[in-house]
């Protein structure tokens, strides 16, 4: 049953590819390198493979005060961030974080289309490591190929079972630390050791060890074209502006084999010697000669793998480059193409994050670690006491978010005479929260109805740590 046709230009001519619904999956053998070193995109991926990997795995061994550095405690519900320690009402802090990774997802992708996909989606990033993984135990591309298509041997068993022993090993631990992040890890390591894990722990460390070796062993390419939605609306965010790898037809068609020693222009032909090579790194599998395609997330392999392949034919590099849609058409000079990447929509995008950014940080910065809540006693409003004097009974909802003992001071003002007659002083513990009576007095002569007072709770520890909170002191009607 026919699904969809899908028309492209290739070497001047239309043709037609058609596509069948359940068509069975064929498998993709990407090359890992062309010639004896990683190109410069493919250098920059690893780069980022490396710090991502490192900031995943090794976050939640690290120690402060005394803590796991990063530690999201939903039990308790605090989240530890190095020194930072978050309440169920900083919830505005985690909108910001949401707001400011949906506008740098715009602003990327405006400027350079799939960046995030290519370099640091955690699909394509496991995805990689997965296939170095396979690469190590069963060879590149042709010894791969090769396996597939020989039969079942010793060798064979050996080598799959090995392969497939390496990626549960580290989908594993990847679920292992996922879960550290939420249960301290020492703790955590200590029950996986002794088969001691509560459930939801265990199911976690298993789903997410399955869910990675799953879309990373076997699904790879088909979670990018099929189960992420970015590769559907993409095309909505891109501009004939936006740089994305494009192959430049007009330079490289009509394609045909030859070499450096062959006049090329000579024989009437293009640059793109038709080696196939771009094809070959691809880890989608897409033939990037063919225009842009939704499947293409712009790892720009095939660019490594084409400029090798200039260099080997001594011709200039860029047959295949990020480029814009408007710099091949109108044959745009560099610092042309950037000047229009710059365009108004971009601008708008980066000034609104890097306002969000600004305000955000700004916020985190003159944060006080204490907040304090007035709620009014509604067992006893307002009564009488000795000498005629009007007290309201008051409850504080004190919370030190700092990491260290606090002993807090309270006192209060707004009316003549006003005082506090419970205790002033009191001390909470490191990242808690505790309620305090407070009893207030008037002067007799206090006006009847609803007067402004203000409650202000002080740290005798640090003088910058104090909160002042506005409430009413209700006088008698005699």
Known sequence: MKSDVEVAASAGATHEVVLRLYEK????????????????????????????????YGLPWLVWNDRQAVLFDLGAR???????????????????????????????????????????????????IFMWIERQIEGDRAKRMALDRAPWTTGKVARKVGKHAAWIALALWTGFTFVGFFTPIRELGTAVATLSTGPWESFWILFYGFATYGNAGWMREQVCKYMCPYARFQSAMFDKDTLIVTYDTERGEPRGAGSKSKDRKGLGLGDCVDCGLCV??????????????????????????????????????????????????????????????????????????????????????????????????????????????????????????????????????????????????????????????????????????????????????EARLHVREKTTFLGLRR
Not at 25 to 54: C, H, M, N, V
Request: glycine residues 8%; proline residues 4%; contains cysteine.
């Open 280 to 461: 070959q790194v691809c880890p989608t599998g897409i033939d990037i000669r063919n225009g842009l395609q939704y499947e293409c997330i712009g790892c720009a392999a095939c660019i490594d793998a084409c400029d090798h392949v200039m260099d080997r034919t001594a011709q200039p590099r860029g047959l295949i480059r990020y480029s814009t849609t408007n710099a091949l058409s109108e044959h745009l000079n560099k610092g042309q193409m950037w000047r229009h990447v710059a365009r108004p929509r971009v601008l708008v995008y980066a000034t609104i994050l890097g306002a969000i950014v600004v305000g955000t940080l700004t916020a985190l910065a003159l944060r006080v670690p204490l907040k304090v809540d007035v709620i009014r006693d509604r067992g006893a409003l307002a009564r009488e006491v000795e000498d005629g004097r009007v007290e309201n009974v008051y409850r504080l909802q004190v919370m030190n978010t700092t990491e260290a003992r606090q002993r807090y001071e309270v006192s209060a003002g707004g009316l003549p005479g006003l005082r506090v007659a419970s205790e002033r002083q009191f001390e909470l513990e490191p990242a808690s929260t505790r309620t305090v009576v407070l009893r207030l007095q008037a002067d007799a002569g206090v006006p009847p109805g609803a007067q402004r007072v203000d409650i202000e709770v002080r740290s005798t520890n």
């Open 25 to 56: 999956r064929k498998e993709i053998y990407p090359r890992a390198r062309i010639g004896d070193s990683l190109g410069w995109f493919q250098k920059w991926r690893w780069a980022l493979i490396w710090l991502t990997q490192l900031v995943f």
């Open 78 to 128: 605090k989240f530890y961030i190095f020194g930072l320690v978050l309440w169920p009402q900083d919830v505005i802090y985690l909108t910001a974080i949401l707001i400011i990774s949906a506008l740098s997802l715009f602003l990327f992708t405006a400027v350079a289309g799939r960046l995030w996909c290519g370099y640091a989606c955690p699909q394509t990033v496991y995805t990689e």
